[in-house]
């Protein structure tokens, strides 16, 4: 049985020579996040691989999980949420994009730890659907998790308008994975990278906010 869900994506460059204890506390401060309401999942960190990415270079990725639009908007207007984003990660951050889509999901809404993601992002084209949508038909059944849709939520999405997240239990699987073949004559409107699901930190969000009165 498919359950519909909210697929967040934040892809982040940071600037070049930033202390590395910033970007430390960037990553505790977001999986703090975790705890906020409404939210079903959330993993932040380094990306692994870049494999297609022209003119941008991102380095790291927020991904998180939602019941519903209206989830996902209340976690971002959250004050906790506006001040991780305002205080920690746009004073270290050079880039940001982001894309949102609405997903029917087969399988745990929770990745585990470990687990290898591949995220692609497209600007839209008819064929991009078809060929996701293929792939996701031939892997039914499978231990492999698909999703993919059409943005939302276009302001910072950079013109990228479909998002694709496929999650293998390990680099094995990965490895057999024919996305890029099959999307190879739109790599001028395609970003493709890969995301390992780190440990959930153990931070709160009391570390980074004074109790509010």
Not at 21 to 46: C, E, F, Q, R
Request: net charge negative; glycine share 6%; charged share 15%.
């Amino acid at each position: 049985m498919s359950e519909a869900i909210i697929e967040h994506i934040v892809l982040v460059k940071i600037k070049d020579n930033t202390d590395p204890s910033k970007i430390n506390s960037m990553i505790n401060a977001l999986h703090a996040l975790n705890s906020l309401d409404g939210v079903l999942h959330l993993t932040a960190g380094p990306i692994h691989t870049i494999i297609r990415s022209p003119s941008f270079n991102f380095t790291h990725m927020l991904h998180g999980r939602y019941k519903s639009k209206n989830d996902l908007r209340s976690y971002s207007l959250h004050p906790e949420h506006l001040s991780v984003a305002n205080d920690i990660v746009n004073p270290i951050c050079d880039d940001i994009m982001v894309l949102n889509w609405v997903a029917h999901l087969h399988g745990p809404i929770v990745p585990p730890v470990g687990a290898v993601m591949r995220v692609s992002f497209f600007k839209l084209q008819e064929d991009v659907l078809k060929i996701v949508g293929g792939i996701k038909d031939h892997y039914s059944g499978s231990n492999v998790q698909i999703t993919f849709g059409e943005n939302f939520s276009p302001a910072k999405a950079k013109g990228f308008s479909i998002g694709s997240l496929v999650i293998f239990p390990g680099f094995s699987e990965l490895e057999a994975f024919d996305l890029n073949e099959k999307v190879s004559g739109l790599l001028e409107s395609v970003i493709i990278l890969d995301y390992v699901i780190h440990p959930p930190q153990s931070t709160t969000l009391s570390k980074y906010f004074s109790p509010r009165l």
